[in-house]
């Protein structure tokens, strides 16, 4: 008897274990917390669980994975606003924002963001929760976000979810499902993205209005990613990196001394306007430019990037972001720097080469991010699965035709008098520079009849810039101030 009952329970653990993991569809966990922001005591609920994705004929083809987070002790539910924040890859999990800025919790880092052992989250006392609550959700094949087979099988095209207007298309009719069921249609909106959040905001907000009816009161760009440079290239694609290099020499100490004795915010504008008035101006002549010319802008170069000018003649006054990282102080310590963020330093098997072997920025922070979100997820939130959370997801092909996000924020700001734009970059970031970003605001709106709806922040650290525990607070105070000047006070939206 006992070698039967020892073996049916042995058949019964290999068939406990061997089951298929499922997609949780549609599912909700709520938990209850609190946190001190600016000195006051903020209660909240914390619903993270999935909603679906329904198809025209209302099928369900996928499952988004967020987290909600709600004030309970706020004097007025109603004119509350709400903010939708991504993140970006494409292919990213919504986690870099969730635990590192404007949510409750943030990770155990140091001041400088660096990762500390042991792993995991602490309260955040900047967070944004004091003025506003925040949905972070989770795109297709991202943190616990998946695709649902039908009734025999067969996964959905992933054209419907893989592109840069497939994107904005099935996450516009999923916010409006949110919104729906969680009573918000009357809290002012906001949406928020970072890197190529960017461009996927600047196409929500013309999405929702037109396709949702849903009108925003703001759009918030965190080191926004335009692809309309970044895959372009060509002679203004290549002389916007020359402010981010000198704010990146200037900070390793690279800089010529007339320039190194001056502060960061000093030097900037003289590089910006070189590059718009000078640079920009000398590529666009490409190999017919005078031997002259190509001597002096080369020696210009080398003053304000810290490159040599032997480089830079090399480079034909191109100078790639590879090389510069591989380069900067290849003399002088023999590290790689940062690409997300040149703060931080690498070490390549060899000194000789033109790019980094591996990005330093992005081990440090995989490091620090991947046992903290799952430790979060599954010891305070209560949400517990065999699925493994991805921080980034495979999405690809991604089809990046008819880019036209640009346009669409345009188009809706223009439509909707209440709409405003708040850009936030770090100065150190190389992949979607602080002066790109600068660039893609001055090109949304090129009658400048709307400039002043436009806001720009720079900070002294990278692309994730609230890492930096100095900028986490100044950047999330930035947030707060760009809610209250955009909530309509009882104005009309008219022009």
Do not use: C
């Amino acid at each position: 008897m006992k070698q039967f009952i020892f073996s049916i329970l042995l058949i019964y653990s290999f068939t406990s274990f061997s089951q298929s993991i499922k997609v949780p569809i549609d599912t909700l966990i709520t938990t209850k917390n609190q946190v001190v922001i600016k000195g006051q005591t903020i209660t909240y609920e914390a619903q993270t669980g999935t909603q679906p994705v329904w198809n025209d004929n209302g099928d369900v083809i996928a499952s988004l994975f967020y987290t909600y987070y709600k004030r309970t002790n706020a004097q007025n539910n109603e004119s509350r606003p709400l903010i939708f924040s991504f993140n970006g890859g494409p292919g990213s999990a919504s986690v870099w924002m969730h635990i590192a800025y404007t949510g409750p919790k943030i990770l155990n880092i140091d001041e400088e963001g660096y990762p500390v052992q042991p792993y995991g989250i602490k309260d955040n006392p900047h967070s944004i929760l004091d003025v506003a609550d925040i949905v972070f959700i989770n795109p297709v094949n991202t943190g616990y976000s998946r695709m649902v087979a039908d009734k025999d099988g067969k996964m959905p095209d992933k054209a419907t979810f893989f592109g840069i207007n497939a994107d904005i298309a099935y996450l516009s009719k999923w916010m409006n499902t949110f919104v729906s069921r969680n009573n918000r249609w009357k809290s002012p909106k906001y949406i928020i993205g970072e890197s190529y959040g960017g461009t996927r905001v600047m196409g929500l907000a013309h999405r929702l209005q037109n396709s949702q009816w849903m009108y925003l009161n703001g759009v918030i760009m965190v080191s926004p990613a335009d692809y309309k440079v970044l895959r372009v290239g060509g002679p203004v694609a290549t002389a916007l990196n020359l402010p981010y290099y000198t704010a990146t020499a200037w900070y390793h100490n690279m800089l010529p001394a007339e320039l190194q004795q001056k502060d960061l915010l000093e030097i900037l504008p003289e590089s910006e306007k070189y590059t718009v008035n000078t640079l920009i101006p000398a590529l666009t002549k490409g190999g017919f430019i005078s031997e002259s010319e190509r001597n002096n802008v080369a020696d210009k170069m080398a003053y304000y990037s810290g490159i040599s000018k032997k480089a830079i003649l090399q480079h034909n006054l191109s100078v790639p972001t590879n090389f510069f990282w591989k380069d900067l102080l290849r003399e002088k310590t023999g590290q790689t720097i940062g690409r997300l963020d040149s703060r931080y330093l690498g070490f390549d098997k060899m000194e000789a080469g033109t790019r980094p072997d591996y990005n330093a920025e992005l081990t440090s922070w995989l490091h620090s991010f991947t046992p903290a979100i799952n430790y979060y997820l599954r010891e305070h939130l209560n949400f517990k699965t065999d699925m493994p959370y991805n921080m980034f997801g495979p999405v690809h092909p991604w089809d990046n035709d008819h880019d036209n996000v640009r346009e669409q924020l345009r188009e809706a700001m223009a439509q909707n008098p209440y709409l405003k734009v708040l850009i936030q970059s770090g100065y150190y970031d190389g992949a979607t520079t602080y002066f790109n970003a600068k660039y893609t605001m001055w090109q949304i709106d090129p009658s400048g009849k709307m400039k002043d709806r436009f806001t720009f922040k720079g900070y002294r650290s990278g692309h994730m810039m609230y890492l930096r525990n100095e900028d986490l607070k100044t950047a999330n105070e930035d947030i707060r101030v760009f809610i209250n000047n955009s909530l309509s006070n009882g104005k009309s939206a008219k022009y």
